[in-house]
Nanobody
Framework: QVQLVESGGGLVQAGGSLRLSCAASGSIFSINSMGWYRQAPGKQRELVAVITVSGSTNYADSVKGRFTISRDNAKNTAYLQMANLKPEDTAVYYC??????????????WGQGTQVTVSS
């Protein structure tokens, strides 16, 4: 079993910054990709950013140029640096990881989420 724990959420004014962390723990052989998703009230969960084990990244158009995803493979931790936050960024942010348990077995794990609220 693998657990993902997010932290770093909170209340920030528009234009401010926050840094989210996602720490994976448990029986982990390796982690292929780690990503951040978010879900606002009444909206579907959407991709924010993804990073592969090699460091390749992909971002939603709405956050390009403002958010930066990174990871520390030794710590099995991913980060999301959010800058120039906007009220529309308000959502619960979830960490997602594709975890390998062996060379042939993998599964997707989700964190519990952390609230990010951006005031105008």
């Amino acid at each position: 079993q693998v657990q993902l724990v997010e932290s770093g959420g909170g209340l920030v004014q528009a234009g401010g910054s926050l840094r989210l962390s996602c720490a994976a723990s448990g029986s982990i052989f390796s982690i292929n990709s780690m990503g951040w998703y978010r879900q606002a009230p009444g909206k579907q969960r959407e991709l924010v950013a993804v990073i592969t084990v090699s460091g390749s990244t992909n971002y939603a158009d709405s956050v390009k140029g403002r958010f930066t995803i990174s990871r520390d493979n030794a710590k099995n931790t991913a980060y999301l640096q959010m800058a120039n936050l906007k009220p529309e960024d308000t959502a619960v942010y979830y960490c997602r990881a594709e975890v390998k348990y062996s060379s042939r077995s993998s599964a997707v794990s989700w964190g519990q989420g952390t609230q990010v609220t951006v005031s105008s």
